[in-house]
């Protein structure tokens, strides 16, 4: 029985260094794989950015005529902002009351215009891009699909104040190239989301910024379409260390409800992002993996979520600052190898039961041979003794 409980646990070793080898190096391969699909998906939304810009170029310096069913579109609200009031297929467009409107100011807001056919395309094609905008250094914006901006929007928005456009303004972006910013909530009703946006200049002076938006629940919804073994789970990481997306299977680890929607019974003043609980670099409990996000350096770490030892895989997103990492817990990454030791364990505590209780009656019988036995050589003394 010794040598048979000794052989079990040297057996469960084995096989636990060795699972713990192989699942180390394949979430690693994994984490890296999904990265890179990942930043693949992503440079189609910069790319798509990039084309938003160009169009939007062209179309500040056109000089076509501008028709008249969109010159018609606008108004004058009560609190001097200027915005459409129909939707005639295109985008919807808003002016901030901070800006005087002139004659200039209308008829760049028209020419853009010609921007709403690769907007509405942009939209309607991408699994990924729920909108497409352009918002001017004097806070003109210029939005797809079409809502009612005078009644969403604060009539003195200052545009330039929000991550969306100074992310890459001429301070954040010289290289001026698109950019993604990291989750916020999106002012014109769309909730929590993250945006590819890029500069418009007219030489050297910034006209405005264009962007996509994608949506923090579509960034889940895709997060939950990885097929990872071992009940693991992926999260989206912001280069400032925010959880940006964080499926229902990982709230509990993080002791979190993730944020999608918003309700917008206030106006978007400012910038408005995730609380702190959700900033790993700013827990106690996810310091090695706080390391890793500032180093952007790949690599696998322990951590310890709610008392649960858990393996995280961590691989930086190119050419977004984001990462990925995947979670899993140790104890169902053991949990065949533990299985199999208490198998063995159980036969082991059947066959010392079985023992004892052979050994019982074995002993019994034995003590009950050598009572008669020890009977049977008695008698003829006590005989003689009787006799004597």
Do not use: C
């Amino acid at each position: 029985l010794a040598a048979y409980f000794a052989t079990n646990t040297f057996i469960r070793d084995q096989n636990v260094r060795h699972l713990e080898s192989q699942v180390r190096e394949e979430l690693q391969g994994m984490s890296a794989r999904e990265a890179e699909l990942i930043s693949t998906r992503l440079g189609a939304v910069s790319a798509q950015t990039q084309l938003l810009v160009d169009a939007t170029e062209r179309a500040l310096s056109s000089d076509n005529p501008i028709p008249e069913d969109e010159q018609q579109r606008y108004f004058t609200t009560p609190e001097g902002a200027w915005a459409t009031n129909s939707d005639n297929g295109g985008a919807a467009a808003f002016y901030s009351n901070v800006t005087e409107l002139g004659d200039a100011q209308r008829q760049k807001a028209w020419r853009l215009a010609a921007t709403d056919y690769l907007m509405r395309s942009l939209v309607d094609n991408s699994p990924l891009v729920a909108q497409a905008y352009f918002n001017t250094h004097d806070s003109f914006n210029r939005i797809y699909p079409y809502f009612d901006t005078a009644s969403q929007y604060p009539p003195d928005i200052r545009i330039p104040d929000y991550n969306f456009y100074y992310d890459a303004d001429a301070n954040n972006n010289l290289e001026r190239k698109p950019v993604w910013t990291d989750v916020y909530i999106d002012p014109a009703g769309q909730g929590w989301m993250a945006s590819s946006v890029a500069p418009v200049y007219s030489g050297d002076f910034l006209e405005g910024v264009v962007g996509l938006d994608i949506l923090v629940k579509d960034i889940i919804s895709n997060l939950l379409q990885l097929q990872i073994p071992w009940n693991a789970y992926a999260v989206l990481i912001g280069r400032d260390g925010v959880l940006m997306a964080l499926p229902p299977q990982g709230e509990v680890d993080w002791g979190l409800d993730e944020l999608t929607d918003h309700s917008y019974e206030t106006a978007i003043m400012q910038d408005t992002f995730k609380p702190a609980d959700f900033n790993v670099l700013a827990r106690e409990d996810t310091r090695e993996l706080a390391q890793r996000i500032e180093s952007a350096s790949a690599g696998l770490i322990n951590l310890q979520l709610q008392g649960r030892n858990k393996l995280v895989s961590y691989s930086p997103i190119p050419d977004t600052g984001w990462g990925l990492a995947l979670v899993v817990d140790e104890e169902v990454i053991l949990s065949e190898a533990n299985a199999l030791q208490k198998r063995f364990e159980q036969v082991g505590l059947w066959m010392l039961a079985g023992l004892v209780l052979f050994y019982l009656i074995f002993f019994l019988w034995l003590y009950r041979k050598a009572l008669g036995l020890s009977r049977h050589l008695a008698a003829p003394m006590q005989t003689l003794v009787t006799m004597i």
